[in-house]
């Protein structure tokens, strides 16, 4: 059986694939079964953000994987505390919180606005506000997070707690703290899944300043955008503010399965 036949028969079907198998590649270049040759533009969405066998990054893993490939949270093990000391001296963040993908370093980033909201106003404060045409991620609370109707269908009920409104629409947002009160805003400040579509900086930047004045989380989800894809090292860093929690997966590994939500005071 060919390789795309075999997929289809022991492969759930939930992604559509292009007709290409990658075998190998270097750098910005990957090649197929034939050895015919690509230039990869997509960076497996934002993942591979060393290029492709990178020898810095393989050298890295192979001598790690040589040592220790894993402990539980149980025990001190060294790159797990550089790597979250090295992420809060570049961020001003104040700790690191690591997990295993994007959609859960997001679910994190709700477990924190739902507990400093609770702790501090009491249980009925758990609203999160999203933008529409978003993506936080496949589980069924950051699904709910997702402001895209169609991922919601036949996956019914999700998490409640959520709202989203359009990007940009600050009153809209006023609006329904009025009605009920907010614990955090999780918004990416240019959006991946959605089509590409960078929000105004003018709204990011009142946005903060509402959150801050409100005492609701202001936080940013850097699962596509972080380490360095936009120039700076976590694009918030383009717009001047200052997030509350900052959610980063994907390239953080540069194709190994790591979440980080980063936490402010
Ligand atoms: C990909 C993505 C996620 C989900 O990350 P996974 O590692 O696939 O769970 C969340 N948010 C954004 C913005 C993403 O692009």
Redesign the pocket.
């Given at each position: 059986m060919s390789l795309q036949s075999t997929d289809k028969k022991y492969i759930a079907n939930t992604y559509n694939r292009f007709p290409v198998s990658i075998v190998s590649g270097k750098g910005s270049v990957v090649k197929d079964e034939n050895g015919k040759e690509y230039i990869d533009l997509g960076s497996g969405?934002g993942v591979t953000s060393f290029g492709i066998a990178d020898e810095v990054w393989q050298n890295a893993i192979t001598e790690q994987i040589s040592l220790v490939q894993h402990m539980s949270n149980l025990y001190y093990t060294e790159p797990c505390v550089r790597l979250a000391q090295l992420l809060c001296e570049r961020t001003g963040m104040k700790k690191v919180f690591f997990s295993n993908?994007?959609?859960e370093a997001?679910e994190c980033a709700i477990k924190i606005a739902r507990k400093y909201a609770s702790d501090k106003y009491g249980k009925d404060r758990f609203t999160i506000i999203t933008l529409n045409n978003s993506?936080?991620?496949?589980t069924l609370t950051t699904l709910a997070a997702t402001g895209q109707e169609h991922y919601h269908e036949l996956f019914t009920p999700l998490t409640p707690g959520f709202i989203s409104v359009d990007a940009g629409d600050l009153d809209a947002i006023k609006e329904v703290h009025k009605e009920t009160p907010v614990a955090g805003v999780l918004i990416?400040c240019i959006q991946?899944?959605g089509g590409i579509l960078p929000i105004e900086s003018t709204f990011i930047k009142n946005l903060n300043d509402w959150c801050n004045e409100n005492d609701v989380l202001f936080m940013v989800?850097e699962?596509?955008t972080g380490n360095g894809r936009t120039g700076e090292l976590y694009a918030y860093m383009n717009y001047g503010v200052t997030p509350d929690v900052v959610s980063t997966?994907?390239g953080l590994a540069g194709g190994l399965p790591l979440?980080a939500v980063l936490i402010g005071e």
């Open positions: 969405i993908s994007g959609a997001n993506f936080h991620g496949r990416e991946g899944e989800d699962v596509q997966a994907k979440g």
